[in-house]
């Protein structure tokens, strides 16, 4: 299989366009940081709490812990998905998002800069149309970012927290329409795109160009190295777009120097 | 301990004022009806899900059912709650609103206008300041009538399934600032006030002027009857602006006939 | 709907008679205070605990703690009821009950007099006929009495641990058999009344006449004023009824001023 | 060790006396069959439950099945043991006491007699002062036959079900008080015996002279085969001492060639 | 019924046979002691851990623990075994075994010899083919006396910490292929054989001749005293052979005293 | 960061040396496939089983499924873990690797050979050092094609099941020993460089030279575009010599065509 970029989707798109991204600072009144961020239909609340305390493998280590939750209101999506409070656990999938989420704002943080303290990113999905997993780590640097500014402001920061921005965008190998052609490298699949690519393929990178985690799934045919290449490509453009965004609206909210100014090749 | 009414609240309203509500409609895309409601700093958003199934005792009985489901983002609150879905279970306080809420909507509705359907109602705190459970049964009547509209106009409803409106409010008795000073009948307590509050009760009535519901609970010392009849009195003229809240945005929506409009005593 | 109140019921009684009420003392010889209630068929094995321990909630404030636990046994009921142990969680119903039977008790008890101290109230269902948990609470106050009463010998008491009685009693409004009569008020309803009641109102009141807790419920139509009005004076009589059994069998096992002999309005 | 039977126990009895054992008969309005069992200050209320069903693994044979469930009111104990319904699962003691009492009931009944009939025996514990479990089994063959003689007059029964009695009894061997002395073996152990006895067998026997199940466990020192010749010698004593009592309650209530009247060697 | 010992058995063996018994030692390498028994087709890796703590049962009084926990793989079986780990609970039949493993070891431990300190067993079934719980009893003792001996070199061993041997074996009364003929007492019952037997009897004896547990099962007819007596008699043959291998495997690997060598009887 | 391959690791392995691999195929005897796989120190035990059911969402779709189960052995790892079985529910690590087994293995078979068949792969870590979910995935094939392979003898499949091999295999991205020398890249990390590795790199892949899976995520650092793909290709000379085991093995027990035999670029 070889893979290309070709024109249209569904919702009128181009193949590396994301979908329309905002994101509304303090979404939420009680939280040491919030916004909501929205991408396409797809809608994430997250909110940040300072605890102080921290997991017990990091007891008189002077480093403080940022973890997240993840969950999804029930009809978040077209069918109504069971409550996991009344099935009584977190699902298989839920698990691995929230492990996701966590790891990534753990690549962009410098830990020692706020010791015996936890962060937890709750991203809670208000509407689901694919995509929700990277949304949330978007909108989580956000608002972790508002979190730290605020411990800054109260003086219960020692050194610089952040090291650089942190995105994620998904990407995916769309069948072509018509067999003889190839394969479509789409980015930010919605829902009616996700459910039928055939390779999906997540990108957690910073604003100086690598990369937290990369993670490609064949859903069904498996990809060679040009599809992942290309893949790789295509989510790196909607990276830069997406650190845009997150420097736009924390302008002026955090300190300059921890947005990374520097240009992403 | 003789109640009255004084005339100041912390956030300036009068005792028998509600706080600001308002119902925004269609809240959720994916849902069949849904709204946010705020009341105050409360804010739960509702999504109304139609499925074809009912519980085991109504098979065969030519009747649908309406049910509730309630949750709380973990950071809804001051400080964190943890979340259900890893505690492996729902609290007591969400089961019992829960199914309070389900027996509001049960009591105003004609499930033989719907056979073998279910209707459920999420009701999702995503901001808490008191009255949580209140505002959740009012929102949900507005979702729930959305959704029966939506089945009116798909003709999946034999005969008018809604007889009158319902909502619910909460009343309390303040401690009087100075002892020898009567304790104060206030309407729709926040949380400041609730969690102060020597008695809290619940109503849920409907717009005929009757109750579903009434719920009256001491935290500290037991109220008398001139209480009772207070607060009682003070809960119905709380609920009487709610009726015209649901109305103001139903209005247009649903059949007129639905919305009960009666003069309410 | 105008309530009244009318002479026959299945079982004979008026319809402002209690059932046959009687309790026995320490009922189970190892708890600190025990008793057995009857209630008409209705069976409630009351056994109170004392230990050495508070909730986190209550460190160093210098207060004890009252709670309770109810259980029902599996063929405590007509058809057997799925033992709660095996399918791994308590009801949402037997968590309510529970949370009912200790925010009674604690209504009349002065959590100063036993600091560091918490009692719990096993109210375990050995037959069921309907009134349970009112039945638990007119109970659950005999055990306690026996079990403060029993500390008080020990000197672990600083003050008059009680200030006033507590029980609870139901309420219903029957369906008049014929439709032009009204519907009836009537007392304590056992299970045949209370599977078909339009409204079930449950009242837990202290002997000076004052209410911890009024929860009415209309199961089918609402109900209004007059009917709300009627329930609970009939609740109060019944009330007034239950004061005197739980002072009949504590005269002499516990100090007479706990027993509150004020006359009940 | 050798063991051997020596004259005095703490509460007066010989070694080879039973506590007092008393069966009252339909002690719970409810179920098909049901029995109170006293033995000493033990207290197990038993209730079988008979339903129209069957476990998958029978379907399609012909045969019923019997089964059984057992549970312990908290304060049953000494000290109050935690609610298996709040600790959200039954511990592994409670799950082999109720496989024993099952198959020692199925050990003695016809299950041909009763297709597609499951009878369920609710062995629940009021009072705990040691040997609840052979209570149970010797309680729950009453409220068997009695549930069985149900079925049988409601012409439910196909042939003679019971084959045989059944009943258990523990027997312990007890430290000497002075070393030189051999160990003690003694009958149904009281709480204080069977806290502190070297070895513990539980014996459940058919009044033919045959056994069901014989389970011998050393808490210390392992026992040699004298011990236990003299331990299934003692037990053989007691059961049929608990015989003759299930023949006297059942007398007249069960058809008589359900009781087996062969004499026990 | 009148139990024999009759010649032939499905897979050649004579009635008092065991299957092939053998003991490799070191199967795990992180483990402090570890052996994997086989025992004809059945199969258990068994794994010693050593853990500085002990339960709360046993705070301060200078006395170590000995416990296990049994697991079987899902495909252990002939037809796959749901996982417990996906069901969410140990089942009563897993429980109960892992119980009587850790008390057949404390039979034969001087548990002051090691104070402090907690050993637990994992016992894990690889193949299952009838008998696992008996294997995990004789092998579990082999890991046991390596990670004894293990703290014995490290010097963190007070006193001999072995008594004596400990083994266990499945004892069956099997079916007589001809009615008129006597049932068979067969040793070491295979899967086939076990899941037609009569009569299962499980002993778990001591080097000294003496037992830590008997525990004899009717599944269909009880059984009579000759049945007993000549299943112990034919069950204590068996650990005799067992008791041989033990002491081979471990010779030259843990003290010579360790292993007992009087004659059994 | 730059990375590069240096030529010492702590067992002596060159950067792009494999552990030791070997598969022993048929390593527990009631399963439909089964192997052990052993990859240095680490093992993991594979078994394959076929039952007659396939997931309610594959109802009447003429397809079969392969799902995957994953666990550990307690005393697999340096230090004891927990029993998922005791903790009453499965890790979300565990929940992730097993979803990644499934996930590889459906990326290789025709789903449509096997229709209404369900084949789990149960993959058992007996002993942990790092690599485990690699190491299943590599021996999961094995057991599936053995599997497959038994029922294509039975003739229960109707089209060639298997397109191409797949197997896993980590790379890490190992500190260099002197800060200014570059990282190494290391194949098929063991414990100790696992829990050192900067990076860590999983790739599942096919014998076409394509990928299934390839999740790389940085522990502590971020990864650049030279890094990923320096340890692509290192992954992928691992995956080629994992084929070749593969097919060493199998080669014989199953249909030549099978086994893939193009040249991998």
């Known amino acids: 299989m070889k893979a290309t970029q070709m024109p249209h989707r569904a919702d009128g798109r181009k193949p590396l366009d994301l979908r329309p991204v905002s994101i509304e600072l303090d979404a939420t009144p009680h939280a040491e940081g ?12 997250i909110a940040a709490t300072v605890e102080e305390k921290t997991p017990p493998f990091l ?23 069971p409550r996991e409070a009344v099935r009584g656990r977190q699902s298989g999938r839920t ?33 689901a149309d694919a995509g929700t997993r990277c949304a949330s780590v978007t909108g989580a640097f956000v608002a972790l970012a508002l979190a730290l500014e605020r411990l800054s402001k109260e003086k219960r920061i020692r050194a610089r927290p952040i090291r650089e921005l942190v995105a994620a965008v998904s990407v995916g190998l769309l069948s072509a329409p018509l067999p003889p052609a190839r394969a479509i490298v789409a980015l930010d699949l ?23 985690e990369v993670q490609g799934i064949a859903e069904g045919k498996p990809f060679d190295d ?16 997406l650190f845009l965004v997150q420097r736009e609206v924390l302008e002026g909210r955090v300190p300059d120097e921890w947005l990374d100014r520097r240009s992403v090749p």
């Open 190 to 212: 919605d829902y009616s795109e996700d459910s039928t690519a055939e390779v999906d393929l997540n990108i957690v990178g910073t604003s100086s160009g690598r990369f937290v």
């Open 226 to 241: 040009a599809d992942l290449a290309a893949m790789i490509e295509a989510g790196r453009k909607g990276l830069t777009k």
């Open 34 to 45: 919030s916004c909501l961020i929205r991408q396409g239909v797809t809608r994430v609340l």
């Open 59 to 81: 007891r008189d280590r002077g480093e403080g812990w940022v973890t997240a939750e993840y969950g999804m209101l029930p009809r978040a999506t077209h069918e109504r998905t």
């Open 95 to 127: 698990l691995e998002i929230q492990r996701l989420i966590g790891r990534a704002l753990r690549g962009v943080v410098d830990r020692k800069a706020f010791p015996d303290l936890t962060i937890t990113l709750d991203c809670d999905v208000v509407v």
